[in-house]
């Protein structure tokens, strides 16, 4: 699995077309400098944004990191080491979380990793024994996004961060990283 880093000079959201035939509207995390970036682990979504039409141009390949190989795309190597990526520790779907994080510098890693492909979400309510599952999150909105996505629990009903937090607890789930 290869994970892809774009990067745009401005703030760049685009729409771009899957093989599936669903349109997917993408939005680059902006950074301090005016630039922005977005990362992926999804390969479809890797094709369909490197055939978009203004790719190139308005946007290019920033990063790329294999499982072994890690390599810089861009001109210039980033000024400072990365910083910690999110991680997403889940046995569901896979799934992507845009976040922000504040100790960024001139390189994103907003996306996550997600492991454990294999089984499904479990709420042991039944029993009465919850078990946590203790997530990595950089921003309560990547919190919500989990939510809504693993969970299908509705984006209105998580408006503020005692619901979002609330819900987390209800399926057994604990976010590191929130502040």
Do not use: W
Not at 95 to 108: H, M, P, T
Not at 113 to 123: F, K, N, S, T, Y
Request: a negative charge; aromatic letters at 6%.
């Amino acid at each position: 699995m290869t994970i892809k880093t774009y990067k745009a000079n401005t703030n760049v959201s685009i729409n771009v077309v899957l093989p599936s035939k669903k349109n997917l509207h993408i939005t680059f995390v902006p950074l301090s400098d005016g630039s922005s970036v977005f990362t992926t682990n999804d390969e479809m979504l890797q094709k369909s944004i490197e055939s978009h039409y203004k790719f190139g141009k308005l946007f290019k390949l920033y990063s790329a990191q294999g499982n072994s190989v890690s390599r810089v795309i861009a001109n210039k190597p980033p000024k400072a080491a990365p910083s910690k990526k999110q991680q997403v520790e889940s046995t569901g779907n896979e799934e992507e979380v845009n976040g922000e994080d504040a100790n960024l510098d001139s390189q994103s890693q907003g996306n996550t990793e997600v492991a454990g492909l294999d089984e499904q979400p479990q709420d042991n309510t039944a029993n009465g024994d919850l078990t946590i599952r203790k997530i990595k999150v950089s921003d309560i909105a990547s919190a919500k996004d989990y939510l809504a996505d693993t969970f299908g629990i509705s984006r209105t009903s998580m408006r503020s961060s005692k619901a979002i937090l609330e819900q987390a607890a209800a399926h057994g789930i604990e976010f590191e990283g929130l502040s």
